[in-house]
């Protein structure tokens, strides 16, 4: 039996909600189909959104969004979307399946998004093919009350107050799609731009957010913190506010991938053991960050990370459309719980991509909806969004995965308390095969009640438009309780939440 000590005393950092954030991208159906329909669709919806998308992703409780991309972004000019709709400029989204892009959705249809879904925003400018210029006078448009160019425009177009831009993305991936950029251009770049993302209104700070690594590239990170605190006065340390990094999961690697659906034990074990290494990635690139900025004031902006597989069978390649397994259940679980673990310096994460793109927690098709196993899971985690993280230590873990050569733990965990009391404890059982006997044991406080949900189920089932409700979160009620400790059965491939009142 592994025993699972919680100290319900020690609290040891704060959960930003910002951790369970969401990415959509002009890519494939994530923004054209996933999101928005148009006013004139069939598909029910409210001002072009699709209601029963919006409708999950709020019950999801989705506390950012970043948009419009991705490698996306650097190609993109927000001019093209504003305005009325028929007159915007047309062009071909080259990234992504050489598709025409209207530019139907643009700014305004974001923020209308966002204000549905009751989350904040997250915009992402371009600095590879955009001006100093264009970016300063977007978050004009975007964020000044007062009479100006931008600010004048914003209202001829139907918008009399400006929006809160609650974070900015200055570039994306700069060492690759967007710009393919040293770090030490990116770094003196990035002071330049940063410059002009104005903060006109006290009250609404804008968060930046400068384009971090990818992967294990430490050197990135390095360069761009040297650079861009080399000969800053303190006063000015202010310049930025996240560091981003990015990580997928490719079971295969980057050329094969590998199935989204179709794989045996030993892939689903190098799955996971990849899933795992981010904390390896955040606690290294950690340790650069901790040497410019020891008080940890910059966070770690994990705004792309998620599984990367082969397209499915007949679907355009470029639109990265993959289907969504009880593996990417776990990915999702493990995931979250580190970056729980690491809240002190990660203090956003967005998977990618929210809608039929990499490991989306919805899919579509005409006017049905799917949740997948990862919405799942987000919905079960949702109650560590503003939660402090708690100590935690499973004893009695075991190492599998060896005859795949992979060694993973076959369990793991994160704990937190919100301000009512509950703890919130996500449990994963990362074996195929067998079920974990556990003990729970809180430092002092009597348990009252558990209340629990798992999402479990074999290791490629997924759920489709014919059978949308194979894998959903199932209520668990099989926990015995005595004074601070309780006992149950976690099953093997699972993910489970409980809340201990
Ligand atoms: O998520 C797909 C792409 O992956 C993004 O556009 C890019 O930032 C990353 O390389």
């Known amino acids: 039996m592994a025993k699972l000590y ?4 020690h609290k040891k950092g704060h959960i930003n909600p910002e951790l369970y954030g969401h990415f959509s991208e002009h890519l494939g159906r994530c923004i054209y189909e996933g999101l928005y329909v148009g006013e004139n669709s069939v598909i029910p919806n409210q001002n072009g959104m699709r209601t029963d998308v919006v409708e999950a992703l709020k019950e999801m409780k989705i506390p950012v969004l970043r948009w419009p991309g991705g490698c996306f972004a650097d190609e993109y000019h927000w001019k093209d979307g504003i305005g009325p709709k028929e007159k915007r400029k047309k062009m071909i989204n080259t990234h992504w399946g050489g598709v025409v892009e209207d530019n139907s959705f643009g700014t305004h249809e974001f923020f209308e998004l966002c204000e549905q879904l009751g989350c904040k925003t997250y915009i992402n400018g371009n600095v590879g093919s955009g001006t100093v210029q264009e970016m300063s006078e977007w978050v004009e448009y975007m964020t000044f009350e007062g009479v100006s160019p931008m600010a004048d425009l914003r209202k001829a177009n139907g918008h009399e107050k400006a929006w809160k831009v609650d974070y900015f993305g200055v570039g994306n991936e ?19 731009y940063q410059t002009y993302v104005r903060i006109y209104d006290d009250q609404k700070p804008i968060s930046k957010i400068c384009g971090g690594a990818n992967v294990a590239d430490y050197y990135w990170t390095e360069e761009v913190l040297k650079k861009a605190f080399d000969n800053v006065p303190e006063q000015f340390h202010g310049l930025m506010d ?3 990094l990015h990580y997928y999961v490719h079971p295969e690697g980057w050329e094969i991938k590998g199935s989204a659906t179709e794989f045996d034990d030993a892939v689903w074990y190098k799955t996971l053991s990849k899933a795992l290494y981010i904390e390896e990635l955040i606690e290294k690139h950690g340790a650069i960050m901790d040497q410019y900025d020891p008080e940890k004031k910059i966070g770690m902006i994990v705004d792309e990370w998620g599984g990367w597989y082969t397209v499915e069978p007949g679907t355009n390649p470029g639109f990265l459309y993959q289907q969504n397994t009880m593996r990417d259940a776990l990915i999702a679980g493990l995931s979250l719980n580190i970056f729980n673990q690491h809240c002190d310096r990660v203090k956003m994460a967005n998977i ?3 809608v039929n793109v990499l490991q989306s927690v919805i899919l579509t098709e005409g006017e049905k909806m799917v949740l997948t196993p990862t919405y799942h899971v987000f919905h079960m985690y949702r109650d560590h969004q503003d939660a402090d993280l708690l100590e935690s230590y499973i004893a009695g873990t075991k190492e599998i995965g060896k005859e795949a050569e992979f060694k993973v733990p076959n369990l793991q965990e994160s704990v937190s308390v919100s301000s009512d009391g509950t703890i919130h404890v996500t449990l994963n059982n990362l074996s195929v095969s067998e079920a974990e006997e556990i003990e729970l044991v809180l430092t002092e406080k009597s348990i009252q009640k558990i209340t629990a949900g798992i999402v479990t189920g074999a290791i490629n089932a997924y759920n489709t438009f014919e059978e949308p409700n194979k894998i959903q979160e199932q209520t668990f009620d099989q926990i015995k309780i005595t004074g601070n400790k309780a006992v ?4 093997a491939c699972s993910v489970m939440a409980l809340h201990i009142r």
Do not use: K
Request: proline share 6%; aromatic share 16%.
């Open 488 to 491: 149950f059965t976690i099953p």
């Open 352 to 354: 990618a991509q929210m």
């Open 6 to 9: 919680i100290n319900e005393n």
């Open 242 to 244: 996240g560091l981003s």
């Open 174 to 192: 700069n060492w690759g799609c967007g710009g393919n950029m040293t770090p030490q251009f990116y770094a003196d770049n990035y002071r330049r």
